[in-house]
């Protein structure tokens, strides 16, 4: 087999991070690497076990050996720790899948290739403010998801009625009754604003005896999660999606879509095997052409710029389309009712 040069995936197959999103970034760069042979060159892909520690290692020992662009880093936490390695190795470059906390909106080595948390929270920020109660359930430890927290507890409309809730990294705390502990006299006025690397067991409480009235916000960004049973029932239109989605897909995007299913397939997968033809034939970033939305990076950040969220509603044991956000270059940003 004839390998990209000079290109390696760091990936979190195993452990506590985020290994359900790495999985499927490795199954869809497998599928293009099969079927479009001709276009896409394999390369290798590692196991951090999830852990920094063996993140710097890896990235040492493969530098060392003359790697130069590696990708992975999908959670921001990672991203944060490994942006002095990049900032002293003057020649690699990272691409992470989906790295979003705004924090890391700073000049770095690493594009990102999910838009921040600053876009995805603006999706859902008239909701939450209009909330008499804000409940903010998210992933403890995580820098994406304390930067979040950060933003809310500095907005003045949400601050004084936000009330929060860390989920340890093994769901330990994640409990019907500490959830419901949470709640104070919940009512449909009340809302929830989810940010989960583990989403099923949150959901699986709601199979489990847990209700709530009110909206609830899944910003994860990602494909919507399986709602099954009585979980079902009880989040029936009241469970909201807010997932990155490009306005405009290629044929190949789509076959890879079609052929893997919404729950396997990375969105961003292609586009970043795009990018790293790109990189390694010294070719101008600025100039590549696109499979999934706009493709355009700050040049300063290398962060993704001008994407676009469709915002769903659980209905029926089915998602469907409530509203999409569009951030044009052109046409500024605007929304589009779909219900």
Request: no cysteine.
């Given at each position: 087999m004839v390998y990209l040069s000079k290109t390696i995936a760091l990936l979190e197959l195993t452990g506590d991070g985020y290994t359900s999103n790495d999985i499927v970034v490795k199954n869809t760069f497998q599928f293009y690497w099969k079927n479009y042979n001709s276009e896409f060159k394999a390369f290798p892909i590692i196991d951090t076990k999830s852990d920094l520690n063996i993140t710097l290692n890896l990235l040492e020992n493969y530098y060392n050996n003359g790697y130069r662009y590696f990708v992975g880093f999908s959670r921001s936490t990672i991203v944060s720790g490994v942006l002095d390695w990049f900032n002293n190795?003057?020649?690699?470059?990272?691409?992470?899948?989906?790295?979003?906390?705004?924090?890391?909106?700073?000049?770095?080595?690493?594009?990102?290739?999910?838009?921040n948390?600053?876009?995805i929270l603006n999706s859902v920020l008239p909701q939450l403010e209009s909330s008499s109660k804000v409940y903010y359930i998210y992933t403890a430890g995580e820098v994406a998801m304390l930067n979040i927290l950060s933003l809310l507890k500095s907005n003045p409309i949400i601050s004084p009625k936000l009330i929060t809730f860390a989920v340890n990294p093994d769901n330990s705390n994640l409990t019907v009754q500490n959830i419901e502990n949470l709640f104070e006299n919940p009512d449909e006025s009340q809302s929830i604003l989810l940010y989960l690397l583990d989403r099923p067991p949150y959901i699986d409480l709601y199979n489990q005896g847990l209700t709530f009235p009110g909206q609830q916000y899944d910003i994860l960004g990602i494909q919507p999660p399986q709602i099954i049973g009585e979980a079902a029932i009880q989040l029936n239109n009241k469970y909201n999606v807010?997932?990155?989605?490009?306005?405009?897909?290629s044929i190949i995007w789509r076959d890879g879509y079609n052929s893997l299913g919404e729950d396997n397939y990375s969105i961003v997968s292609l586009n970043i095997l795009n990018l790293l033809n790109t990189l390694v034939l010294k070719e101008n970033v600025s100039n590549i052409n696109s499979h999934f939305g706009i493709l355009q990076f700050d040049p300063v950040s290398r962060d993704i710029i001008y994407p676009s969220?469709?915002?769903?509603?659980?209905?029926?044991?089915?998602?469907?389309?409530?509203?999409?956000?569009?951030?044009?270059?052109?046409?500024g940003t605007y929304n589009a009712n779909l219900a």
């Open positions: 190795h003057p020649e690699a470059i990272g691409i992470s899948s989906t790295s979003t906390a705004p924090i890391l909106n700073i000049p770095k080595k690493i594009y990102r290739m999910t838009p948390d600053d876009y807010t997932a990155y989605k490009g306005t405009n897909t969220f469709l915002v769903e509603i659980l209905q029926n044991n089915q998602f469907i389309n409530k509203y999409l956000i569009v951030n044009d270059p052109l046409l």
